[in-house]
């Protein structure tokens, strides 16, 4: 019998030895499949959904929602009589004090079926703790994004970082946002559906909502995976090295490749942190030119520049524009006297305000109201200053 033959670094008995970069590729999959987490919101056990519409308002608006099959199917008309015609549902996703952890970067994933609306407005509703009250719907934070629906498209992502608190909620609370700080998602409660920009008077809309759930991707975790995978590669790689006993693998060489590196616009960048400093921070009646800049880091001339660029309007005229809109939203919602509406939106002198207003909208706050049939305290400087 011819005896066996091995190989020169091989023993008898021994086993092939495996590539290190095996340890690599689980890492890979390990993280892909265990660092992935999903939330189903749609359907969820225990969904509770209530419709609503602007009857308060004195809108004659209607929602009706409908589950079966295992759809949520929303049959939404909007009517005049309101100033803003709203139609929706809340969609109920955790009971209170136990909401849902959104926090961690990702996408909340929706699949809609047939559907004839063309926009979507979707809020994620989270409670904050010390702050939000169970007889304040306004002290629950609303974290917003608009969902255009493209006929023929089923799915879309949304990312959920793209969900921001909109500036009149900052004054519906009367709250600033350097008080209570970025968008956590972290004790989510709600889901709010409701018809969104350009969704036209007097005809039926319905949009069916087959699916909905965020998926999130834990970076943290998946590094430690992926480095633990590449140290246990290494060594892996040395002690191959040491079996083999042989002269070291020569490093391979050749032409350096570089692969072209995506730009992202620095100026992009800025007028993004300008612009949200300015929407989110308008109610600060000391608000200048400089505090946004020490603010975003953007300097000052940079900052008149990014604004321009944005609006077309200079940095004082823009603010006022901001604040005006914030105000007339407080006037036609809220009882509030003008004095406060005033102060809320970043003005402390009450005539300055409604010379700011006039010159915007042309009117007044308190026609403004009276056309709206709002009734309201008075404004004594209205009264002072025709």
């Not at 308060?56 to 009589?81: K, Q, V, Y």
């Not at 969104?196 to 005809?203: K, S, Y």
Request: proline fraction near 8%.
């Amino acid at each position: 019998m011819r005896p066996q033959e091995f190989p020169a670094n091989a023993r008898p008995g021994s086993r092939p030895a495996w590539p290190p970069w095996t340890w690599v590729l689980l890492g890979i999959l390990v993280s892909a499949f265990l660092c992935r987490s999903t939330v189903e919101l749609w359907p969820r056990t225990g969904n509770r959904i209530q419709t609503f519409a602007d009857a308060t308002s004195g809108g004659r608006s209607t929602a009706a929602a409908d589950t079966a099959g295992g759809e949520l199917h929303l049959s939404l008309r909007l009517d005049s009589g309101a100033v803003w015609p709203v139609a929706g549902a809340i969609l109920f996703l955790a009971p209170h004090d136990k909401g849902l952890d959104l926090s961690a970067p990702g996408d909340l994933r929706v699949e809609i079926g047939p559907s004839n609306l063309g926009n979507l407005q979707m809020c994620l509703v989270e409670e904050i703790p010390g702050f939000t009250r169970d007889d304040r719907w306004q002290t629950a934070r609303y974290d917003c994004q608009d969902l255009d629906l493209v006929p023929g498209t089923s799915r879309y992502d949304l990312p959920l970082d793209r969900f921001l608190t909109p500036p009149w909620w900052y004054s519906t609370a009367g709250v600033r946002s350097s008080q209570l700080g970025a968008e956590t998602r972290r004790g989510v409660v709600r889901m709010v559906l409701q018809t969104g920009e350009g969704t036209p008077l007097g005809e039926p809309r319905e949009v069916r909502i087959i699916r909905m759930e965020t998926r999130s991707f834990h970076w943290l975790a998946s590094g430690v995976v992926l480095g633990a995978s590449l140290l246990l590669g290494f060594l892996h790689l040395l002690w191959n090295r040491r079996r083999r006993k042989g002269p070291a693998t020569p490093i391979p060489t050749g032409p350096v490749v570089f692969q072209p590196v995506e730009a992202v616009s620095y100026a992009d960048r800025e007028r993004e942190a300008v612009i949200r400093c300015i929407a989110v921070d308008f109610a600060d009646a000391e608000l200048s030119l400089e505090k946004v800049s020490r603010s975003t880091g953007v300097p000052v001339d940079r900052v008149t520049t990014q604004v321009k660029a944005a609006s077309g309007l200079l940095f004082k005229a823009y603010l006022n524009r901001v604040r005006g809109e914030a105000a007339r939203k407080l006037l036609l919602e809220t009882d509030l006297p003008v004095s406060e509406v005033a102060n809320r939106v970043g003005y402390g002198n009450v005539p300055h305000f409604n010379r700011i207003f006039r010159e915007l909208f042309d009117t007044t706050p308190s026609a403004l109201r009276a056309q709206s049939g709002i009734a309201a305290p008075p404004n004594p400087a209205e009264e002072a200053n025709p």
